[in-house]
């Protein structure tokens, strides 16, 4: 049975209490969600469910919006890819955010420029991880000195996504070359050992890692049988021979 979209184990009674009542479209609980949202960058816990609903009361109400909260639910929503949880975020963000700077024909309010210009650099992070390039997701991480004050919020955000980039490897190969996984999760020597052994449980053999076998990196032979038969083709047949009325 799959875990409801809107299920989070560490969230806070005051908060479920909000999300299932009226006070989820008051306003005053703008604060509330902004307060919660750091909360979570500092605990390394999670909540779409709620980061949805205050960019929801961002849209109806946007001189509450916050651009550092709104960056931190965008680079939260990151740490949980593959989900389409950043997909849904930038759904709730007004068109002309949206939009590069350079080509956009809106007239944003002031300080909209620079939250555009954040989103479309978060944006480019989440298209890299969408294409498993994940050695280039941590070279443009490491290119511009905003993605540092992006994440920097954001606790253990390196090594979450780690985690996330470790996870979709091992749902999909049973070896890879060490080079390779060194660049992908951009650990290198000792602290590559460490990380693949102590904590994803992988053998290193010499220049491979090997990972261990699962339900998601298992090799299935599949045997396809169609079930056709002659009658299904000689009317087939008859009708293209068939003259139209």
């Not at 902004?34 to 929801?56: F, H, I, P, R, W």
């Not at 102590?198 to 998601?216: F, I, M, Q, R, S």
């Amino acid at each position: 049975m799959g875990v409801p979209f809107d299920y989070a184990p560490d969230r806070p009674e005051h908060i479920d209490q909000i999300l299932n009542g009226l006070d989820r479209y008051n306003p005053e609980t703008t604060t509330v969600f902004q307060d919660y949202v750091m909360q979570q960058c500092e605990s390394q816990t999670y909540d779409c469910y709620a980061n949805l609903a205050l960019l929801k009361l961002y849209q109806f109400n946007p001189h509450l919006a916050r651009d550092e909260t709104i960056t931190n639910i965008l680079v939260k929503a990151l740490t949980v890819f593959p989900s389409p949880d950043f997909s849904l975020c930038l759904s709730l963000l007004p068109p002309h955010i949206l939009t590069p700077t350079s080509t956009s024909a809106a007239n944003p309010a002031a300080g909209d420029p620079a939250l555009s210009e954040a989103v479309q650099k978060l944006n480019v992070l989440s298209n890299l991880l969408s294409s498993a390039d994940y050695a280039g997701f941590w070279t443009t991480l490491d290119s511009d000195d905003l993605y540092a004050d992006l994440i920097a919020d954001v606790s253990g955000f390196e090594d979450l996504m780690c985690v996330r980039i470790a996870v979709s490897v091992s749902q999909a190969v049973r070896e890879i070359e060490r080079p390779i996984l060194e660049a992908w999760l951009n650990k290198r020597a000792g602290e590559f050992d460490h990380f693949v052994g102590e904590v994803c449980g992988w053998a290193v053999d010499g220049a491979t890692v090997k990972v261990p076998l699962n339900k998601e990196n298992e090799a299935k032979g599949t045997v396809v049988r169609e079930n056709v038969k002659f009658d299904q083709f000689s009317r087939l047949i008859k009708r293209a021979y068939e003259q139209p009325a």
